[in-house]
């Protein structure tokens, strides 16, 4: 198993983590500073502009659209394999991504363009999308289902004519809160009686369109995102033209497998970034805190939890390096098994470290002084986006079960 990455990946990997450490990171405080300036004035649902200022200088270095692979649309991108431990340098900060035009959903939602999209379609929202000029939406969860099941999904998408009606209404819509989102993917169902898995469909709408009404911002145990936000919306008759169907009715699912398989990888890998900040973060405060008569460090429980955190991440981050490596040899579909075991594991990985950190920091890692509460919070979602915990381990079962049946077949 060969998890080395291209001299150009190397390269790049020297190159950005110079440019995290220098531009990016120290940056925190002043986009914190923003943030609360913005939200003291009434008005927290605006571009910032540290990131704005950051994004420039990253695009004048390359070190852009480095996530999309084997388009032509965007040739700096690299593989899978490649581009993981870029990934999870990037996730040591949550905001970090859009700096290098890297971040969800963006980067999924580009790659259904680019992948799925005619060419009209590509030039009036994926070209923007790659020059960092609008953001975008992916509609899919909705709050009346158990969505986990995406065939309970119900936003009705109907054909009337030239164009397609959609009405429903879908919750947690990420990055619909943003002043700049342009344009939305949204799933829904064109065909009640096909299949179960030829039921639905995507299609491209745009953001003004008559008939879409954002209710309101979601909250992630209590943080709202802002400007990015997960937005509750209303779609109701909204009308787009035909051509906006993507791929064609009834291949929602081929196209979500197309989407969620790469951005699954980056999720985990983002998650590793964290919890190696936060395994980082814990060391230092054991180190300089003494209780009891001696530093907190030497007590025999920190070390088995640093120990402990090390190999968590260090396997989470083997696990997510090989199915990076058989979605670029083999396809996503035969690393199916692989993709959904990372998914449980690296979130669960870093929530597990985040969590010793918080804890080793007492007060301090409940509060806003340290990045450790927003942190924990945005890990824990993890276990449910893109698919809980539960329907990822049913299907590492059925496939492990399905050698098994094979072989008592034979």
Same mark, same amino acid.
């Given at each position: 198993?060969?998890?080395?990455?291209?001299? #150009?990946?190397?390269?790049?990997?020297?190159?950005?983590? *110079?440019?995290?450490?220098?531009?990016?990171?120290?940056?925190?405080?002043?986009?914190?500073?923003?943030?609360?300036?913005?939200?003291?004035?009434?008005?927290?649902?605006?571009?910032?502009?540290?990131?704005? !200022?950051?994004?420039?200088?990253? #695009?004048?270095?390359?070190?852009?659209?480095?996530?999309?692979?084997?388009?032509?649309?965007?040739?700096?991108?690299?593989?899978?394999?490649?581009?993981?431990?870029?990934?999870?340098?990037?996730?040591?900060?949550?905001?970090?991504?859009?700096?290098?035009?890297?971040?969800?959903? $963006?980067?999924?939602?580009?790659?259904?363009?680019?992948?799925?999209?005619?060419?009209?379609?590509?030039?009036?929202?994926?070209?923007?999308?790659?020059?960092?000029?609008?953001?975008?939406?992916?509609?899919?969860?909705?709050?009346?289902?158990?969505?986990?099941?995406?065939?309970?999904?119900?936003? *009705? =998408?109907?054909?009337?004519?030239?164009?397609?009606? =959609?009405?429903?209404?879908?919750?947690?819509?990420?990055?619909?809160?943003?002043?700049?989102?342009?344009?939305?993917?949204?799933?829904?169902?064109?065909?009640?009686?096909?299949?179960?898995?030829?039921?639905?469909?995507?299609?491209?709408?745009?953001?003004?369109?008559?008939?879409?009404?954002?209710?309101?911002?979601?909250?992630?145990? !209590?943080?709202?995102?802002?400007?990015?936000?997960?937005?509750?919306?209303?779609?109701?008759?909204?009308?787009?033209?035909?051509?906006?169907?993507?791929?064609?009715?009834?291949?929602?699912?081929?196209?979500?497998?197309?989407?969620?398989?790469?951005?699954?990888?980056?999720?985990?890998?983002?998650?590793?970034?964290?919890?190696?900040? *936060?395994?980082?973060?814990?060391?230092? #405060?054991?180190?300089?805190?003494?209780?009891?008569?001696?530093? =907190?460090? $030497?007590?025999?429980?920190?070390?088995?939890?640093?120990?402990?955190?090390?190999?968590?991440?260090?396997?989470?981050?083997?696990?997510?390096?090989?199915?990076?490596?058989?979605?670029?040899?083999?396809?996503?579909?035969?690393?199916?098994?692989?993709?959904?075991?990372?998914?449980?594991?690296?979130?669960?990985?870093?929530?597990?470290?985040? $969590?010793?950190?918080?804890?080793?920091?007492?007060?301090?890692?409940?509060?806003? $002084?340290?990045?450790?509460?927003?942190?924990?919070?945005?890990?824990?979602?993890?276990?449910?986006?893109?698919?809980?915990?539960?329907?990822?381990?049913?299907? =590492?079962?059925?496939?492990?079960?399905?050698?098994? *049946?094979?072989?008592?077949?034979?």
């Amino acid at each position: 198993m060969d998890l080395t990455p291209s001299p #150009r990946a190397l390269e790049l990997h020297r190159q950005l983590h *110079a440019f995290l450490q220098e531009r990016v990171w120290p940056m925190e405080a002043a986009y914190a500073k923003e943030d609360a300036a913005n939200r003291a004035a009434g008005n927290p649902w605006q571009p910032s502009a540290v990131i704005e !200022g950051l994004k420039a200088e990253a #695009r004048a270095q390359g070190l852009w659209n480095l996530f999309l692979p084997n388009s032509p649309h965007a040739p700096e991108g690299l593989s899978n394999l490649d581009y993981a431990p870029l990934c999870e340098l990037m996730g040591r900060m949550y905001w970090s991504p859009e700096v290098f035009n890297c971040s969800a959903p $963006d980067t999924g939602n580009m790659e259904v363009l680019a992948r799925y999209a005619g060419g009209a379609q590509q030039a009036r929202w994926l070209a923007p999308l790659l020059d960092g000029r609008i953001r975008s939406a992916f509609l899919m969860t909705e709050p009346a289902v158990a969505s986990s099941d995406a065939t309970n999904l119900q936003c *009705a =998408i109907r054909r009337d004519g030239d164009d397609y009606v =959609i009405d429903g209404r879908k919750w947690y819509a990420s990055g619909a809160g943003d002043p700049r989102c342009e344009v939305y993917i949204v799933m829904g169902i064109t065909d009640a009686n096909a299949a179960p898995h030829q039921r639905h469909s995507m299609i491209v709408v745009p953001a003004d369109t008559r008939g879409i009404r954002v209710n309101r911002a979601m909250d992630v145990y !209590g943080y709202d995102d802002a400007p990015h936000g997960h937005m509750d919306i209303d779609l109701v008759d909204v009308r787009v033209p035909a051509a906006n169907m993507l791929l064609g009715e009834g291949r929602g699912f081929e196209i979500a497998q197309g989407r969620l398989g790469p951005g699954r990888i980056h999720h985990c890998m983002r998650a590793i970034g964290m919890g190696e900040r *936060a395994l980082e973060a814990m060391c230092g #405060r054991l180190a300089s805190r003494h209780a009891f008569g001696r530093a =907190i460090a $030497d007590q025999s429980i920190w070390r088995e939890r640093i120990a402990e955190s090390r190999c968590l991440l260090d396997q989470a981050r083997l696990m997510v390096l090989n199915a990076a490596r058989m979605m670029d040899t083999v396809g996503n579909k035969a690393a199916r098994a692989e993709i959904a075991m990372i998914k449980v594991v690296a979130p669960q990985a870093a929530e597990k470290v985040i $969590d010793w950190a918080v804890q080793a920091h007492g007060a301090a890692g409940v509060s806003q $002084d340290t990045f450790l509460a927003k942190a924990w919070a945005h890990n824990r979602t993890l276990r449910l986006a893109d698919g809980p915990d539960e329907v990822h381990r049913d299907t =590492i079962a059925k496939l492990e079960l399905k050698k098994y *049946a094979a072989k008592d077949a034979a």
